[in-house]
């Protein structure tokens, strides 16, 4: 019962470096998110998807891209890294039809940029 | 602007004690209501879905006004497991897939 996977758990990068964060559900939602949370700030949106092929920017979505080529699927890039992207980082899923709308979330990306 | 707002605490509150605390939001056309709970460097887990009738699940009870546009949690019979930050999150209507606001959460904090 694995519901929402995120990979990897923690990471160490230097400035300007270029990772992807990997977010996997198998509850066959349609939508997907990617939310940053620092102290203090909550959680924050960055991007989102409404479905397989589709993605939207969310809150802060500078610096940040993001890709849903499969349903059960949704990457995070980060393509030169910035002190200022060190979170940690949340993926979500939730369906889309009111009541059932509440997000599940994954354990969560712990990212330092030096 | 969609805002959803709570008081950041924390709550210090002895085990056995009673805590209440409320969410207040902006947009009055708000569909789904929901309290989270997230404990420390742990992902938010849904801790129940607040419905107009309000709902009770063992301890924790929910209620939504949607005249002054709050939500409250009440927890009886604290324990020292119920600390954890508390996250209000409203679903608001026609919102789409950003619908979903978060609050910064509320710290709790029992105290043995």
């Known amino acids: 019962n694995a519901g929402v996977t995120q990979t990897p758990k923690f990471r160490v990068l230097k400035t300007g470096q270029s990772m992807t964060l990997l977010c996997a559900q198998d509850?066959?939602?349609?939508?997907m998110y990617w939310y940053r949370q620092d102290p203090g700030m909550g959680l924050r949106l960055i991007h989102y998807?409404?479905?397989?092929?589709?993605?939207a920017k969310g809150e802060v979505p500078d610096g940040y891209n993001v890709s849903r080529l499969k349903k059960q699927n949704f990457l995070l890039g980060l393509e030169s890294a910035a002190p200022s992207q060190t979170s940690v980082y949340f993926c979500?899923?939730?369906?889309?039809?009111?009541?059932?709308?509440?997000?599940?979330f994954g354990q969560g990306t712990r990212l330092t940029v030096v | 602007r969609k805002e959803v707002e709570q008081d950041p605490g924390p709550f210090n509150v002895p085990e056995g004690a009673t805590v209440a605390f409320n969410c207040t939001y902006s947009n009055s056309a708000s569909q789904s209501f929901f309290w989270y709970r997230q404990d420390c460097r742990k992902e938010p887990k849904l801790l129940m879905s607040?419905?107009?009738s309000g709902n009770e699940d063992g301890r924790f009870t929910a209620q939504l006004n949607r005249a002054s546009q709050y939500i409250s949690l009440l927890i009886r019979d604290s324990k020292l497991s119920d600390s954890a930050t508390y996250l209000c999150v409203v679903n608001f209507l026609g919102g789409g897939a950003d619908g979903l606001t978060f609050g910064k959460g509320t710290h709790l904090i029992i105290q043995p």
């Open positions: 607040v419905y107009s």
């Open positions: 998807s409404v479905g397989e092929g589709t993605t």
């Open positions: 979500a899923s939730s369906k889309i039809r009111p009541p059932n709308t509440e997000a599940f």
């Open positions: 509850m066959n939602h349609e939508y």
